[in-house]
């Protein structure tokens, strides 16, 4: 079964520090990785998403990625943090189901970053 | 500008009342999503489809059902509101054909069932 696991309920970081939240996931196949962001009362924003090629993905915002087949991870990962990043983050995984394919989220880490 | 919207942000209803969630969205995409999201739980899929009048279950589809009669249209509906049922719903849409199309979002519609 396809799941994704988002071990962090909550990532505290200064403004300025790098930040990292972290995704692991489990599917047969090759994954379709992707992280998405949602601002506080607003819907998801699609950030940055990894198919095949090259593992260090980058996206939206500054932010980027590291696909880690070994050890079956995709963190999300910024050099420099800023207060606006705070918001909720998730990470999702693409799986077969009847013929098409319908992404798993994991269930999300809050990042608050201080100035 | 891409856009996917719901039809309320905020929406109260009594238990038993039969609710309509309407989403649209103008990229004349294939696939359409509605999930349900609460505290700790990330979000949930309750149904999807693929093309028109094409529905499949998600993850939790009791007491949810769907309907798209038209490509740029799917609703949610719940036949009788149950008091569990409150929390928030986001309807998504992406291209169909391939499984790494991201996702577009709605802004969410907040529903509460007293």
């Known amino acids: 079964a396809q799941s994704v696991a988002q071990p962090e309920d909550q990532v505290n970081v200064a403004e300025g520090n790098p930040l990292t939240v972290k995704c692991t996931y489990s599917?047969?196949?090759?994954?379709?990785l992707f992280w998405y962001v949602q601002y506080p009362n607003r819907g998801l924003q699609f950030l940055l998403k990894?198919?095949?090629?090259?593992?260090l993905v980058k996206g939206s915002y500054g932010f980027e990625a590291e696909f880690n087949k070994s050890q079956t991870s995709f963190h999300l990962k910024k050099p420099s943090a800023l207060v606006s990043d705070s918001a909720l983050y998730f990470c999702?995984?693409?799986?077969?189901?009847?013929?098409?394919?319908?992404?798993?989220f994991g269930r999300g880490t809050s990042l608050i970053v201080h100035p | 500008d891409v856009k996917v919207t719901q039809s309320s942000r905020y929406l109260v209803k009594r238990t038993g009342e039969k609710v309509f969630l309407e989403c649209v969205q103008d990229?004349?995409?294939?696939?359409m999503f509605w999930y349900r999201q609460d505290p700790g739980l990330g979000l949930r899929l309750i149904y999807f489809?693929?093309?028109?009048?094409?529905?499949e279950k998600g993850d939790i589809p009791e007491g949810y059902s769907v309907s798209r009669e038209k490509k740029e249209r799917f609703s949610l509906i719940l036949e009788s509101a149950s008091t569990n049922q409150t929390s928030m719903y986001l309807c998504?849409?992406?291209?169909?054909?391939?499984?790494?199309?991201?996702?577009?979002f709605g802004p969410g519609t907040r529903l509460t069932v007293l």
């Open positions: 990229m004349d995409h294939e696939n």
């Open positions: 599917v047969s196949g090759n994954p379709y």
């Open positions: 999702a995984v693409r799986r077969p189901s009847g013929g098409s394919y319908i992404p798993t």
């Open positions: 990894y198919i095949t090629g090259d593992n």
């Open positions: 998504a849409s992406s291209l169909g054909g391939s499984s790494y199309n991201e996702q577009f």
């Open positions: 489809s693929y093309d028109v009048k094409m529905k």
